[in-house]
């Protein structure tokens, strides 16, 4: 399994961005997919996890901001981040589960600036 995120940028802070991560492969409908971040000198945090399900969670910094959606048509997942602040600015980070294994993207850079 293969996944790209795309969609980041420098945006000014309470601006908006759209991340897209596509997935390869036919099983895309069942896999877990999730968003995670990692800003210079942290360690990765999962922004949220089982999107495209009804048990989609979301990490309090990110409630109410962001939306995650999963299209399996296209076998893509999205990030909709809206009221953008400074503490958003990370590496964000695409994981897809599948049957226990864990696939990674190589991330794409969200950078919240004036």
């Known amino acids: 399994v293969r996944v790209v995120e795309s969609g980041g940028g420098l945006v000014q802070p309470g601006g908006s961005l759209r991340l897209s991560c596509a997935a390869s492969g036919s099983l895309f409908r069942i896999y877990d997919m999730a968003w995670y971040r990692q800003a210079p000198g942290k360690e990765r945090e999962v922004v949220a996890d089982?999107?495209?399900?009804?048990?989609?969670n979301y990490d309090d910094s990110v409630k109410g901001r962001f939306t995650c959606s999963k299209d399996n048509t296209k076998n893509t997942m999205y990030l909709q981040m809206d009221s953008l602040k400074p503490d958003d600015t990370a590496v964000y980070f695409c994981?897809?589960?599948?049957?226990?294994?864990?696939?990674w993207g190589t991330g794409t850079q969200v950078t919240v600036s004036s």
């Open positions: 089982l999107c495209g399900s009804e048990s989609v």
């Open positions: 994981k897809a589960t599948h049957y226990g294994i864990y696939y």
